[in-house]
């Protein structure tokens, strides 16, 4: 069952990285706002509770990867214990959701840029961060490691800096009583719930979608040259990232700051270094967001490529996707995936130009890639049911905690998710769109597997 086409170029250190920048995206530096909206500091417990389930998730996946350390796994895993029909889709809801997120990201990009310089035209950074997280991903699959390595470095570094700085502000704040920061923050201001229940489920859906991609590490299983060391050490790392990276961040925050000031502050980020004094706060998270979106389409890129790889190899789509270059990857894949991000880019532009409320037909866009971002957890979840039941032959040390009962309540809680973004009509679109894009892959997946099976008995 192990894939040795592609080339096993990452090494243990950008493993790591890749699994702590999929991790640490642009959710959190800019979706942080909105969840503290919604919830207040209830939104630290949104954190905890999403935090389990996909560390849980990726338990599943893990114990799964370490037997076979596929590339594109957790598609293959549904192909093979659930049904073929459910690894198309579980693929072809990852290539729309990172191909949605390279987009937006690329065209996030050009406003991020307008903060240095405002006269510039929007689409030239966007084409800079094409041409770059092209020439990442098709040289070589050691590039692309090597940059996410140091996109990686300068989200952890910025946020590490920015727990610091909050912890330092807590410290000698219990000397200053007259200081609006402190643990009081937590209850003070309209309670740990401010916004009541209702508040409080309605940003779990934000903050689960602010963790899409962690998945990333089994999609790099199969391109590490020790792929059962590196992905038992980089799954079990993903608790801790939690817990530091996003709980520990967003409890600085909702802390220094009362959380119903945050709104008229921007980002919470940039609010928490300037309480310390560093005036150009604002420019060093304009930076850092800027490497984000760097990540975020160079992830795109490559997660997409490799689903498209895995379907050609499974004969869905058409086999010139499965093509190997010289260098060891997929390069017909990568050029396609680009494409899209040209198209994308296009569009946006086109949307601009016709006018800001047509622009916001992107923003809809955009949303509707959650629905398919956490499509493949549930696959994970129900493959890892049928594995066990399978493979008990070859289960190893490696286990998901408390299966199968954390299975049932991991699908539960997305299942519950989905049902509140509905119920919330400013995330009902989202889903909306998301239902429409499985209704159209589904008739299109039927239809292809039920040609194939006619093509191989003739």
Request: hydrophobic letters at 50%; a positive charge; glycine letters at 8%.
């Amino acid at each position: 069952m192990l894939d040795n086409n592609l080339k096993r170029d990452l090494s243990s250190r950008q493993i790591q990285m890749i699994a702590l920048g999929g991790t640490i995206g642009v959710g959190l530096f800019m979706g942080a706002a909105s969840t503290i909206k919604w919830a207040g500091p209830s939104v630290i417990l949104s954190y905890m509770i999403a935090g389990l389930i996909v560390f849980l998730v990726m338990r599943a996946l893990g114990e799964m990867i370490y037997v076979y350390p596929d590339t594109g796994s957790y598609v293959k895993f549904a192909a093979d214990y659930i049904h073929p029909f459910w690894g198309f889709m579980t693929a072809s809801h990852s290539i729309f959701n990172w191909v949605i997120v390279g987009i937006s990201e690329v065209v996030a990009v050009g406003s991020y840029f307008n903060y240095w310089w405002p006269e510039l035209p929007t689409w030239i950074p966007g084409v800079l961060v094409i041409l770059i997280v092209f020439a990442a991903n098709i040289v070589s699959v050691k590039w692309f490691g090597e940059f996410e390595f140091w996109f990686s470095i300068t989200k952890v570094i910025t946020i590490l800096l920015m727990i610091v700085a909050g912890a330092g502000i807590l410290i000698f704040g219990i000397w200053h009583p007259n200081s609006d920061s402190g643990i009081s923050n937590l209850w003070s201001h309209g309670g740990f719930f401010p916004n009541g229940l209702k508040g409080f489920l309605f940003s779990l859906s934000i903050v689960f979608g602010s963790f899409i991609g962690v998945e990333l590490i089994g999609i790099t299983a199969g391109e590490s040259k020790d792929p059962r060391k590196n992905i038992r050490k980089a799954i079990n790392g993903v608790a801790w990232r939690i817990i530091i990276f996003y709980i520990g961040s967003i409890f600085i925050i909702v802390t220094v700051y009362p959380w119903d000031e945050l709104s008229n502050m921007g980002s919470p980020f940039v609010a928490t270094f300037a309480k310390v004094g560093i005036t150009f706060a604002a420019s060093i998270i304009n930076f850092v967001v800027i490497t984000a979106a760097l990540s975020g389409s160079n992830s795109g890129v490559f997660s997409a490529s490799r689903m498209m790889y895995t379907l050609s190899k499974q004969q869905q789509i058409n086999k010139r996707f499965s093509k190997i270059s010289t260098q060891g990857v997929p390069n017909y894949s990568i050029i396609f995936i680009v494409t899209g991000l040209i198209i994308g880019l296009i569009i946006n532009i086109i949307l601009k130009s016709i006018g800001e409320g047509a622009a916001n037909i992107f923003v809809y866009i955009y949303s509707a890639s959650i629905l398919p971002g956490i499509f493949p957890w549930f696959t994970i979840l129900i493959s890892h049911l049928k594995f066990r039941k399978l493979e008990k032959d070859r289960i190893s040390t490696f286990k998901m905690p408390f299966y199968p009962f954390a299975n049932y309540i991991c699908l539960f809680a997305l299942t519950f998710v989905i049902i509140c973004m509905f119920i919330n009509k400013e995330t009902r679109i989202s889903i909306i769109i998301g239902i429409i894009y499985f209704v159209i892959m589904s008739i299109y997946g039927w239809r292809k597997l039920a040609h194939t099976k006619t093509q191989s008995k003739n």
